[in-house]
């Protein structure tokens, strides 16, 4: 896209947010750079240069603009779309990989040498995966400038900089300010403060529309209890990270998702983040997935109806992968009754001053050990998911931002008691494949039928070829013509 200069020149010119983190907007004189619909009048053209990310304006000496805030953009969407190495070397890096384990972390995840994925990323992106890390540092130390009163050195540590030095110069260079004058700055336009102590708020930005009734109808719907809730108009979850547990609360808003965090170590606000924008598909484009599903004639309707419908995900692959094991073949209810049941016995308990959150998700490795007369299963299921746990325990099996998606199909098509329907919608909840898609799911034939789409799954995928690469995305159009409680806002 960044290559394309006039497409870019009409994308500034009408100041269209679609564009907002598709690509980067340098301007020469001032040596500034912008989001797509930054609100000043567009520079000359002479003087525009474009970039594909932060990190490559921020390399090549652009500082922020401070108007708009282009490091606050939603997502570039290609990640979600691709999964090549350097689509999964995204995902990664903003899963923080680089941070706790450097550049030869991210290779081995990758199965590529340093080299390689360094000479990748730079010829795509303009930066290198060290730099697209200090980008992503750089708007974490922002946020904790902005939204919390912890001291700068305690800030410089917690968003990943190796000494205050490092931290000082980099938020001068990329912000064109020193921390105590971002705060400063953000105290005069924010009002008094009135966040709770040791919680962080923030907005998560997305791109319009935003349909939140099936996004936060599916994930309050089949919450397990003790790891979410919903609350006071908020879905709340605990989370698992590296340095801690955190408790987060995500609440539409009509231009942003209202985010209050709390963690027990502000090491994980960045992967916090990363996590919660990957669950509620923040970063998708609408847009383009509307307009293909629209060129179908029998869904045009649904789409015109409720446009901007997102595909719910997790914050927690393995998580996940359990939970499908457990929902096989039965009701919403009974899935998480069973969920709830090993919460309760291995997870990890927790404290909720503001809720009802008890425990965090048990990890495989918490999991692996299950007495299988324990489990209130039939016993083929039982086999199941103590082969899945056992798989994820010692590492035959990885499902995350860095799997391949058609290799993790593959391996849990491999596993017992793994169909299709199964193995698909791990795909799309877990995995984020936007093309993964369940012919025989019993929602989507229904749907199919009452919209005179055919109903057997040969037919139907046949059908289904010309909505990708977004059939992830027409499985929430078909679902949403039923009117189970996944696809409404609680009350």
């Given at each position: 896209m960044h290559t394309d200069t006039e497409r870019c020149v009409r994308a500034v010119r009408s100041k269209d947010a679609r564009f907002d983190g598709v690509f980067f907007t340098a301007v020469l004189t001032t040596r500034i750079y912008c989001r797509p619909s930054c609100p000043v009048v567009p520079p000359k053209v002479e003087n525009m240069v474009f970039h594909p990310s932060a990190a490559s304006c921020q390399r090549a000496g652009f500082r922020a603009c401070k108007r708009c805030r282009p490091d606050t953009s939603p997502g570039s969407p290609e990640w979600n779309v691709r999964a090549d190495a350097v689509a999964r070397a995204m995902r990664l890096i903003q899963d923080g990989v680089v941070d706790r384990e450097g550049v030869p972390g991210l290779a081995a995840r990758l199965g590529y040498s340093t080299r390689q994925i360094e000479r990748q990323l730079?010829?795509?992106?303009?930066?290198?995966?060290?730099?697209?890390?200090?980008?992503?540092?750089?708007?974490t130390a922002r946020l904790l400038i902005e939204t919390t009163p912890m001291p700068m050195a305690e800030i410089a540590f917690a968003a990943g900089f190796a000494s205050i030095r490092t931290f000082n110069d980099t938020v001068r260079e990329v912000f064109a300010l020193a921390p105590g004058e971002l705060r400063a700055r953000a105290a005069r336009t924010s009002g008094p403060d009135r966040t709770t102590p040791g919680v962080i708020a923030l907005r998560l930005p997305f791109r319009a529309p935003l349909n939140p009734s099936n996004l936060f109808g599916h994930l309050a719907a089949t919450a397990v209890p003790g790891v979410e809730e919903w609350r006071d108009g908020a879905y709340r979850r605990t989370l698992s990270l590296p340095h801690g547990h955190g408790i987060v609360s995500l609440a539409p808003r009509?231009?942003?998702?209202?985010?209050?965090?709390?963690?027990t170590d502000p090491r994980d606000l960045t992967l916090a983040i990363s996590r919660c924008r990957w669950m509620l598909d923040l970063d998708a484009d609408p847009v383009a997935v509307d307009e293909q599903l629209r060129s179908d004639p029998l869904l045009a309707p649904l789409v015109d109806g409720a446009p901007g419908r997102r595909v719910p995900r997790t914050v927690d692959a393995a998580e996940f992968a359990v939970r499908a094991v457990l929902g096989q073949q039965v009701s919403t209810a009974a899935a998480?009754?069973?969920?709830?049941?090993?919460?309760?016995?291995h997870?990890?308990?927790?404290?909720?001053?503001?809720?009802?959150?008890?425990?965090?998700?048990?990890?495989?490795?918490?999991?692996?050990?299950?007495?299988?007369?324990?489990?209130?299963?039939?016993?083929?299921?039982?086999?199941?998911?103590?082969?899945?746990?056992?798989?994820?325990?010692?590492?035959?099996?990885?499902?995350?931002?860095?799997?391949?998606?058609?290799?993790?199909?593959?391996?849990?098509?491999?596993?017992?008691?793994?169909?299709?329907?199964?193995?698909?919608?791990?795909?799309?909840?877990a995995l984020g494949d936007p093309d993964a898609f369940l012919p025989g799911d019993l929602g989507v034939r229904r749907a199919a039928q009452?919209?005179?789409?055919?109903?057997?799954?040969?037919?139907?995928?046949?059908?289904?070829?010309?909505?990708?690469?977004w059939r992830a995305y027409a499985v929430q159009y078909l679902w949403a013509t039923d009117t189970h409680p996944i696809n409404h806002l609680p009350a």
């Open positions: 730079l010829a795509e992106l303009g930066a290198g995966p060290l730099a697209l890390a200090r980008a992503q540092r750089a708007q009509p231009d942003h998702i209202a985010c209050r965090l709390s963690l998480r009754t069973h969920a709830a049941r090993l919460v309760t016995a997870g990890t308990p927790v404290e909720d001053p503001e809720g009802g959150l008890t425990h965090l998700f048990p990890t495989p490795e918490a999991l692996a050990g299950l007495d299988p007369e324990a489990l209130a299963l039939p016993r083929s299921r039982r086999t199941t998911l103590l082969t899945l746990v056992e798989a994820l325990a010692d590492g035959s099996l990885h499902l995350g931002p860095a799997s391949d998606w058609e290799e993790a199909r593959a391996r849990l098509l491999a596993l017992p008691g793994f169909g299709p329907w199964t193995t698909e919608v791990i795909a799309m909840r009452g919209l005179g789409l055919p109903t057997t799954p040969a037919a139907l995928t046949a059908r289904a070829a010309h909505w990708r690469p």
